[in-house]
């Protein structure tokens, strides 16, 4: 990946279609060492990107799912309580239950779990692994405030341990899908890209990269009926991942050609609310179809 049309590449060989834009901010990110901030709508390939860019480079994907409630303690390190209880039961049976002993085998690298932060900072015969932070926007403001400095000097600190430093600062990924702001400290230490839905051209390659048995009519219908779809008042707009999903629904039921009837019955692969479908099905789904159609054909 020695430039962005050599990133563009080494993506696309992966399944993952990007435009220059995208390129060009994983490039810097990776000649840099800077971290990369992806945010956008679920569903357009935020995450997809770090998986890309790992199989690409041939190197580790280490990903952290944040949740609400995430604090830095599950999100770098965890003693293996059971494990360790183990121990001092057999300790005391054999009457070696020598207290400073016990305590320093029990506080060592034996009992000791590795969350994904701590994974990371870890040397890899490979080199620095991608470690994807994964809807950092679930977390909360004391979580983003521990990963700033995290980040910062790509260190860990464990009290009975000491301080773990990575001899080469691992390749991040932080990905948002914008339920709510994130700090602008954190965001300042990353290169940011905002991942929009593609447009018809994209979105069709996309599709033909992911989905290939899929005939071209078929992939044409489905991508212009779902750009038409977004157009829509819906609670939640279909992403890249609900096309590939339908599309490889309708291959499964040996479709080779859209219907109303046929919107009709697999909405559910598309829309993920009861109130979208409602809004879509019957004569929406016809006027949907209708216009994709007259578009293809003025493509």
């Not at 280490?62 to 303690?73: F, H, K, T």
């Not at 990353?190 to 991942?195: G, S």
Request: with cysteine; glycine share 6%.
């Amino acid at each position: 990946m020695n430039d962005i049309d050599g990133v563009q590449a080494a993506l696309a060989e992966q399944g993952y279609v990007c435009g220059r834009s995208l390129a060009t901010v994983v490039f810097l990110s990776l000649r840099l060492g800077r971290p990369l901030f992806l945010e956008g709508e679920a569903g357009t390939g935020k995450t997809e990107i770090a998986k890309a860019l790992s199989a690409a480079l041939g190197r580790r994907l280490i990903r952290l799912q944040c949740y609400e409630g995430l604090d830095a303690a599950t999100a770098v390190y965890e003693w293996n309580f059971a494990a360790q209880m183990v121990a001092i039961r057999a300790a005391e049976a054999e009457g070696n239950a020598d207290r400073d002993v016990l305590k320093t085998e029990l506080f060592s690298a034996d009992y000791l779990i590795e969350r994904p932060l701590l994974q990371a900072m870890r040397p890899d015969p490979a080199g620095a692994p991608v470690l994807l932070i994964d809807e950092l926007d679930r977390t909360d403001e004391p979580f983003e405030a521990f990963l700033l400095e995290a980040l910062s000097d790509f260190q860990v600190t464990i009290p009975e341990l000491g301080t773990i430093s990575a001899p080469e600062p691992p390749i991040v990924v932080l990905t948002s899908n914008r339920t709510r702001e994130v700090h602008d400290a954190l965001k300042r230490r990353c290169l940011y890209h905002w991942v929009d839905y593609p447009d018809m051209e994209r979105e069709m390659a996309i599709l033909q990269a992911r989905v290939p048995e899929a005939a071209e009519t078929l992939s044409r219908q489905v991508v212009a009926f779902v750009q038409k779809l977004r157009t829509e008042d819906l609670f939640k707009r279909p992403g890249v991942a609900e096309t590939i999903d339908w599309a490889k629904c309708l291959l499964a039921l040996d479709v080779i050609d859209l219907s109303p009837e046929v919107i009709a019955d697999t909405l559910g692969a598309i829309l993920k609310y009861q109130d979208d479908i409602q809004r879509i099905e019957g004569s929406e789904a016809k006027r949907l179809l209708d216009e994709a159609r007259a578009d293809i054909a003025a493509a």
